[in-house]
């Protein structure tokens, strides 16, 4: 069966840090993958989603990059943290050949 | 561009039926999506329609008209455990990525 490893699950940054969200899948090849923001009282926002290795799209002008180094591997990095970049952050996969994306637990980041 | 609107909250009785709407417009329309979402919680999927009609899965069902833009949700039976963030979520075409509503807050009430 499929898995979703994302880490960590509370994360408490100085503003101007680096920040650096690792996400892993099991269990599956080629999945796509997501990176969702949540921020309070928002909806999901997506941030960047991968179809394949080394293939990162970007939905929205951020202070945050994602890479994708290996298959099932998908990182959220940033150079320097800013407030706003407070949320909670979801990692997400799901198969072109399926319908549902499958969220991993999230990471709760506080830019202090 | 996608706009998808949901209500802010809604709360009902435990043993009620409940429903939650959802309206979109989209660019593009490859099927909406319901997740359940309990505070500091992932989502987890519920229920997925691409075609017109009604979906049942249990105490939950999921209604679709493609031509209205319309879903909704439906609960029966609530339980106090359904109190939870429903999101509506709309996959485009292409790249089959969600755009979500932000989410409609249930607080079910013995």
């Known amino acids: 069966s499929q898995t979703i490893h994302q880490w960590p699950a509370t994360l408490v940054q100085p503003v101007g840090s680096p920040l650096s969200l690792e996400c892993t899948v099991e269990?599956?090849?080629?999945?796509?993958l997501y990176w969702y923001r949540q921020a309070a009282g928002r909806g999901l926002q997506l941030l960047f989603y991968?179809?394949?290795?080394?293939?990162i799209s970007s939905e929205v002008p951020q202070n945050l990059s994602a890479s994708r180094p290996q298959d099932r591997q998908f990182i959220l990095s940033s150079k320097k943290l800013l407030l706003s970049d407070s949320g909670f952050y979801l990692c997400a996969w799901s198969l072109e050949s399926d319908t549902e994306a499958f969220f991993g637990q999230g990471t709760r980041l506080t830019v202090v | 561009g996608q706009n998808i609107d949901q209500p802010t909250e809604m709360t009902a009785t435990e043993g009620a039926i409940v429903q939650i709407n959802c309206t979109y417009q989209t660019s593009g329309f490859n099927g909406l999506f319901w997740y359940q979402q309990h505070a500091g919680e992932a989502p987890t999927f519920l229920s997925y329609?691409?075609?017109?009609g009604l979906e049942e899965k249990g105490r939950f069902s999921s209604f679709l008209s493609r031509s209205k833009g319309y879903s909704y949700l439906l609960l029966k039976e609530l339980q106090m455990k359904d109190s939870a963030s429903y999101l509506c979520?709309?996959?485009?075409?292409?790249?089959?990525?969600?755009?979500f509503g932000k989410g409609t807050m249930l607080l079910v009430s013995p």
């Open positions: 991968s179809v394949g290795i080394g293939q």
């Open positions: 329609n691409v075609l017109d």
């Open positions: 979520a709309v996959r485009d075409l292409g790249y089959s990525t969600l755009t």
């Open positions: 269990g599956t090849s080629n999945p796509n």
